[in-house]
């Protein structure tokens, strides 16, 4: 057989992998694996040589050959195609440029025979592995004595590289005096138990700092081929859902089998992207990247076994037999999960993170790029000046409903032009881009900060506007002076916006709108925008909405408010025989659908964002409570229980800001798809209300006490953040409609 090209070589054109590259790559590798007529059999020693023949067993040799970027796509890939040739060991020995910490011939021999194929070599921390069960290994003469578990391959191995006490790499080859006994895992063929009394063939120093760390990078790669089980699993199930056909129609149609299939999408994406970013940070050798790779391996521990769990609840009996594919993904997300300490060590790595250290203790801050970190810098220091003392006390001391806006701080923050930070410039804006906006987001809410403009409806009416419109209601949301609210909801028309009644009837220049809107928050702004009727008999009915900007002193219109259960106010608005000028339409008659979900969609991406950067920081707040409180008499910093709540909200909260910062690549890069945003907006609003369920877990019934009562906790923020949640999960298109979005849209689902 005639082998392609190696991999490497078209990756090897520029002196340091990017991520053009590293998608070329992954493509590459899928392809290759998924040509293999048996995949049971990718252990055998004749395919290892293929797999050196594609330069598989030479990733991370070199700069050029790539980083742990590399490592866990290529490890993303094996767990897809139900590959256990030993790859991550290969790359680990890589990783660790051995020939930096050694010139022994033996060493750069194996090393050429690795990358040859012609050794197959499995690493093991022995007892440096929080798995008591890895087994010991010690050094006795020139003699390595260890007994060994969890080896994987150790049928075909040639070599074992193995860490003892010092801490010291011992390499031996197999042989007489190393002995394998095969330990079924889940029911299979999978790990083995190896007992070793043989001369070593080389000994290489390590510091036991480097050993740690190579640990968190093995973890990360055993992370990642789960996450590439549980992919592949699951785009089968989606698959499947679409085929398999009871009661006269696709499972994939039914709600409950599509609302299923979205969470576990939402939370694979989440998987993904901290997985990503925690090897983008080794690579670029930032300092927090053993934080960021355990809110990676927190995040897959705590879901990617319920995500497997649900998938297999999907297939049905079909998932359990062991002819499918089904049955080996689950066990190796299981595997991949619990393998170096599973969710208990990295959970506590975070919580000493935000607990052990005092002091102004923060999620770890993004590079945001030159002009996202110069943005940073200048919000902050105008923030200092002009949001502190005084001006921001008497602020703190207003109820909830009182501090939802401040004219005069938006009139200051409108003199910055911030509030056209990504505006396009002949509209006034300054351009930027989704960075340097979440720049500002950050600091605005670090800060907590007012809100100020009008994004959405600026957005709206600088894509769909006329030249006329622009210049009249653009400049002063520009100079922080308009405020607008959005009428949409009606009493039988939520979610199902195509329902809407209120009606608009073109009279000469004007048109006549009659209706009601109920659950309209901010209903005390200038205007109101405005989905209205103008063809009752449209079909579909979402052809006949049309869209208007109404100033809210027009004659008619009658205003109901109701306090809401967050504190705030909404209110029901009733409009009879109001008379707006023909002028205020915004896109033609009749593309009210299209000028509506555009901004929906726009909406959803901004507030996904927005929610967690408000749980980011009320946790921060949470954790700098904690530091200092005691419970019965001891500090409730050192409370295992605590300890667990924390570390696991930490990586909850890491995965909804990677979701945000997701969204802001695709921002940058022209895309909005509104199944994305729908993903943020889902997973944020129901963070929120994790986050603060957990913190009154945490803190008790005192929890409880709301501002300004006496004894309140964080001046009672948590228990109105509790109540605010609610309108995330439920505002905007509820969650449930949202995960429709997700499984049509997204998964290509059937309606």
Excluded at 13 to 24: F, M
Excluded at 161 to 187: D, R, S, Y
Excluded at 318 to 344: D, K, T
Excluded at 717 to 736: A, D, F, K, P
């Amino acid at each position: 057989m005639v082998e392609p090209k190696p991999i490497w070589t078209v990756l090897m054109l520029r002196e340091l992998p990017s991520d053009e590259d590293r998608q070329i790559l992954q493509e590459a590798v899928r392809g290759f694996l998924g040509s293999m007529s048996d995949k049971s059999a990718l252990t055998d020693a004749q395919l290892w040589k293929r797999l050196a023949a594609q330069a598989l067993t030479q990733i991370a040799a070199s700069p050029a050959e790539g980083g742990l970027r590399e490592i866990v796509l290529v490890q993303q890939e094996a767990g897809h195609a139900a590959c256990r040739a030993p790859l991550a060991d290969a790359a680990l020995i890589n990783l660790m440029q051995l020939p930096t910490r050694s010139d022994a011939p033996a060493l750069r021999a194996l090393l050429d025979d690795l990358h040859a194929g012609d050794a197959v070599v499995a690493l093991s921390l022995a007892g440096f592995d929080p798995d008591g069960a890895a087994g010991w290994a010690k050094l006795e003469g020139d003699s390595l004595i260890a007994e060994l578990g969890f080896v994987e391959s150790a049928d075909i191995v040639t070599h074992l590289a193995v860490f003892a006490p010092g801490p010291v790499l011992v390499i031996v080859k197999t042989g007489e005096g190393v002995n394998a006994e095969p330990t079924p895992v889940m029911g299979k063929a999978g790990w083995w138990r190896v007992r070793i009394n043989k001369a070593f063939l080389v000994t290489v120093p390590f510091t036991e700092a480097a050993v740690r760390d190579l640990l968190a990078i093995a973890a990360l790669g055993e992370t990642a081929r789960a996450f590439g089980a549980a992919q592949r699993a699951f785009e089968q199930v989606v698959a499947y859902a679409g085929e398999r056909r009871q009661f006269g129609q696709p499972i994939g149609r039914f709600q409950a089998i599509q609302h299923k299939l979205a969470n576990c999408h939402i939370a694979l994406r989440a998987i993904q992207l901290t997985i990503a970013n925690a090897a983008a940070q080794y690579d670029l050798e930032a300092a927090p990247w053993r934080w960021f790779a355990a809110a990676a391996m927190a995040t897959a521990a705590s879901s990617l076994r319920q995500v497997s769990l649900e998938i297999h609840h999907a297939f049905g009996a079909i998932g359990y037999s062991e002819e499918h594919e089904a049955p080996h993904h689950f066990r190796q997300v299981h595997v991949g999960v619990l393998r170096h300490g599973g969710q208990r060590r990295p959970v506590e790595q975070l919580a000493s993170h935000f607990l052990d250290h005092d002091g102004d203790v923060r999620f770890p801050e993004y590079d945001l790029g030159p002009a996202g970190n110069a943005v940073r810098r200048q919000v902050r220091a105008w923030l200092d000046a002009h949001w502190t003392g005084e001006r921001r006390a008497r602020h703190e001391q207003l109820s909830f409903a009182e501090r939802e806006y401040d004219r005069e701080f938006a009139r200051a923050l409108g003199a910055t032009g911030w509030i056209g930070l990504n505006w396009p410039k002949r509209f006034g804006g300054q351009e930027r881009g989704a960075f340097e906006q979440l720049a500002f987001m950050e600091e605005m809410e670090r800060a907590e900060a007012p809100r100020a403009g009008a994004p959405v409806q600026a957005a709206m009416l600088q894509v769909y506007g006329t030249s006329e419109q622009q210049q009249r209601y653009l400049p002063e949301i520009l100079r922080g002076e308009a405020i607008y609210g959005m009428g949409y909801s009606e009493p039988q028309a939520g979610s199902d916006l195509a329902s809407l009644k209120t009606r608009a009837v073109r009279d000469g220049d004007h048109y006549v709108i009659n209706g009601q809107k109920i659950w309209t928050t901010t209903y005390w702004g200038e205007y109101m925008l405005l989905a209205t009727r103008t063809d009752p008999d449209a079909s579909p009915p979402h052809a006949g909405i049309t869209m208007f900007i109404v100033p809210m002193t027009t004659p008619g219109i009658t205003i109901r408010p109701s306090e809401t259960m967050y504190g705030g106010t909404f209110a029901n608005i009733f409009y009879d025989n109001v008379q707006v000028p023909a002028e205020n339409r915004v896109g033609a008659d009749g593309d009210g659908w299209k000028v509506l979900t555009g901004a929906l969609a726009t909406e959803r991406g901004f507030i996904g964002g927005g929610i967690v950067l408000k749980v980011a920081h009320m946790f921060e707040l949470l954790c700098e409570h904690i530091r200092t409180a005691e419970r019965h008499g001891s500090p409730m910093r050192y409370d295992p229980l605590v300890r667990a709540r924390i570390g696991t909200l930490a990586a909850e909260i890491e995965a909804g800001r990677r979701m945000m910062v997701y969204c802001a690549e695709q921002v940058d890069k022209g895309e909005t798809p509104p199944d994305e945003a729908a993903v943020s907006k889902v997973y944020s609003g129901e963070l929120m209300e994790r986050f603060c369920e957990s913190a009154l877990d945490l803190l008790g019934p005192e929890a409880l006490l709301s501002e300004h009562s006496p004894g309140a906790i964080l001046r009672g923020r948590i228990e109105q953040m509790l109540r605010h949640s609610l309108m995330w999960v439920i505002s905007i298109g509820t969650n449930e409609i949202q995960r429709s979005l997700i499984a049509q849209r997204g998964l290509g689902l059937p309606r």
